[in-house]
């Protein structure tokens, strides 16, 4: 359980990293959109091979698999669309939807996403006890754009650099908690439940790069999102490939 928080803590560290460069240097939004076109390639790939695949490899014919994706796609749809009716609403009584005001929807559209991807790494282990390589180096990377944009947002609104890093480390400790919680609650349960739990992270995670990620990427970087999405596919689809080599 200790080595599924930490592995969620790892993976969620990099919002401090991420935080500590918008800080320190700035970051245009070009690179900042080529960044998010590359993680969510890294992340496209990882649910695919990583969840999706192997739950429905473990369970097939059972129909827990698409259950868990629709599943996830819907909650996470209707959570993120209440979070973004408080920014709506705040913008919409501003006339500017200022950098203050929208600071407390930023934070739990962040928690948001990375609740499910933490959930995911924590399951992984479930499956001979090593965490996957690819699915961490996807979480790792998606969180970075996050953190860069957010953090500019919290320094619009006068938050200081401390106060700001740690907003971010306890945040990484919460997605360190989902990271366990997925490993402790579902580690005696059937396989198809496992599976369930799984594609319902997955199915969150894409909603996730579909309704925000992709599109911010590509409002940033234009036509080059296409291409850096792909390089990420397939960098993490190499990763995951060495990674059955070596088991092999």
Known sequence: MFDAFLWGFIAA?????????????????RTLGLIMAFGAGVLISAVAYELVFEAVRATRMTGFPILGLF????????????V?????????????????????PMVLGIILDGIPESVALGLG??????????????????NLPEAIAGTSGLKASGSSTVKTL?????IALVCGGAS????????????????????????????????????????????????LLVLGFAVAACVVVLEQSAVA
């Open 13 to 29: 560290f990099s919002l401090v990293i991420g935080g500590l460069f918008a800080s320190w240097m700035a970051i245009s939004q």
């Open 180 to 227: 366990a919680a997925g490993f402790a609650l579902m580690a005696d349960v059937p396989e198809t439940w496992v599976a369930f739990v799984q594609t319902f992270a997955a199915g969150a995670i894409l909603t996730m790069l579909a309704n925000s990620m992709i599109p911010e990427a590509y409002a940033y970087s234009r036509k080059l999102a296409g291409l």
């Open 71 to 82: 599943a996830g796609a819907i909650t996470f749809f209707i959570i993120d669309r209440y």
């Open 84 to 104: 973004s009716s408080m920014t709506d609403g705040k913008a919409d009584s501003t006339g500017s939807g200022d950098a203050s005001s929208l600071v407390v």
């Open 125 to 142: 282990l479930l499956d001979g006890g090593t965490i996957s390589i690819a699915m961490l180096v996807a979480v790792f990377i998606s």
């Open 166 to 170: 740690s907003l971010w480390l306890l």
